[in-house]
């Protein structure tokens, strides 16, 4: 076809992808596509429009580097990475839901003993986190891995600090055999995205603020079960309704009960104030029948 | 809003627009999220996918540099340059068409007088192109500005061969007082567009090959009138039925009449074989009333 139009020109596009032989890519490829042309023509963007989206892109690649993701970030805050994780982790009534993974993540913490500190020389209120990890029908997981991390109690992540080439508040921990698990970290504080690339400028141009409530990392497995990679929020969190990233779920809301300075958990004397958290993780077997069709 | 679903993320997304003070970036963005979160749901992005694209994207960002735009390649390749040009450039039944201006456009080609070979030095077989500028009554515009590039006759252009640094096949030429425009310089041959790339791979995985159809570039001006950019392209070339960014509009395909070696439209002798073209350009003015509703 030699004369394509406003409308015309679509179908000729996917008139193209008649020999991919990779049957997904060209599902995926055909329905972009379309979606791309029709949001095109839906807005009738300009000549000048295009171009600025061409820019935008091409600083947003050229942001990326080993230590950051402005992809990633651009697709946190258009909520398109949860509606990926909603899409790819429907979980049963009850059970452990998940969140994106973020990108303060590194490999390799150590697995720790229950009942350890993760956050030495850490600032922040010290928390003491605590609970289960069952099964649906409610029996204790036992040996199930807890691999956890955090920023400070401002907010910000070992990788964020200059100079700190040493992990700081991670740390893998292992439940017992009654599935229970125990650790002393801090409260997380809410903090912002990046907002020194693109998407910072597109959050302002959008009116937005680039902050996420307070929250602990984890990932959660053991043999037979789902990994979870999820987050727990700070109940009462003054961003937990405007998530940046459009991360929390009223499942991961969690109460830090505050103390003032005593006999801890552990049996520790605490000289300044302190929380316990008390948490219990439901994970689905792998080939759960219910969620198979 | 705490509980966002694979359906209600979408407007949860959309709510938080609700203090952009640009109506019209809004509007963009809001469509925008819109068709991504209806592709995604479409077809299920999986976790893989997911971050697949988002190496893709991360990858043609970095492929972008002064002399290389790998975002406008990936636009060209799957017709949305196209689109918006056509979105953009509506014309009146026998006005010029237009074309992408594509990647190889090279600000401050020197004005050279009527009948001037702009491709001394140039690889291919010699053309001379003549023709008229005409208003949508038939009357011509003198003093009407061709700004014309090209590749070569092997489909290479002045900014991709190796140590060159001093322009080749291009040059600006002004009608005279009858509209008439006439210069020299090469039939121009297919050519590939860059697939060393992450759009290469993405054409090869699609089953497409990369060529566009011969053409020669061309900004057509003069005051009073509309721009256009455009390109002309060579009749029976092998990829105008397939051009790897749907730049070929039938009115823009031209013939080639081709010569045995001879005498030349310029009275020159010429020892090789030669090409003749004759096209006449139809501009329509600023503000043209029956383009305005
Ligand atoms: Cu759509
Ligand atoms: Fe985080
Ligand atoms: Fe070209």
Redesign the interface.
Same mark, same amino acid.
């Given at each position: 076809?030699?004369?394509?139009?406003?409308s015309s020109? +679509?179908d =000729?596009?996917l008139d193209?992808? @008649?020999?991919?032989?990779?049957p997904r890519?060209?599902?995926? $490829?055909t =329905?972009? /596509?379309r979606? $791309?042309?029709?949001? /095109?023509?839906?807005?009738?963007? +300009?000549?000048a429009?295009?171009m600025a989206g061409?820019q935008f892109? +091409? @600083? +947003?690649?050229?942001t990326?580097t080993d230590k950051r993701?402005e992809?990633?970030l651009l697709?946190d805050t258009?909520?398109?990475?949860?509606?990926?994780? @909603?899409?790819?982790n429907r979980k049963p009534t009850g059970a452990l839901e998940s969140a994106v993974q973020g990108p303060y993540y590194w490999e390799g913490a150590p697995e720790r003993p229950l009942g350890s500190n993760l956050a030495e020389g850490v600032k922040g209120e010290p928390a003491f986190y605590s609970g289960r990890v069952l099964t649906l029908d409610g029996a204790p997981v036992a040996d199930a891995l807890l691999d956890v991390w955090s920023g400070d109690g401002e907010g910000n992540y070992d990788m964020q600090l200059p100079g700190q080439t040493e992990m700081l508040a991670r740390g893998k921990l292992r439940t017992d055999a009654e599935g229970r698990y125990r650790f002393r970290s801090i409260r997380p504080a809410s903090y912002p995205v990046p907002t020194d690339g693109p998407v910072g400028m597109m959050l302002n141009? $959008?009116?937005?603020h680039p902050y996420r409530p307070g929250h602990i990392h984890m990932i959660v497995s053991a043999p037979g079960f789902q990994t979870v990679t999820t987050q727990l929020f700070v109940s009462g969190d003054a961003y937990?309704?405007?998530d940046a990233v459009?991360g /929390?779920?009223?499942s991961l809301?969690i109460d830090f009960q505050r103390h003032e300075p005593g006999i801890a958990p552990t049996g520790e004397a605490m000289a300044v104030p302190f929380h316990t958290v008390e948490h219990d993780f439901v994970l689905c077997p792998v080939m759960e029948p219910a969620l198979q069709d």
């Open positions: 076809m030699r004369q394509l139009s406003e020109i +679509t =000729a596009v193209r992808f @008649a020999a991919c032989d990779d890519f060209k599902t995926i $490829m =329905a972009l /596509v979606h $791309m042309h029709d949001f /095109v023509r839906e807005v009738g963007l +300009t000549e429009e295009w061409i892109l +091409t @600083a +947003t690649g050229q990326c993701q992809f990633i697709s258009l909520g398109v990475s949860m509606l990926v994780d @909603a899409i790819n141009r $959008m009116g937005r937990l309704d405007s459009f /929390v779920k009223e809301i």
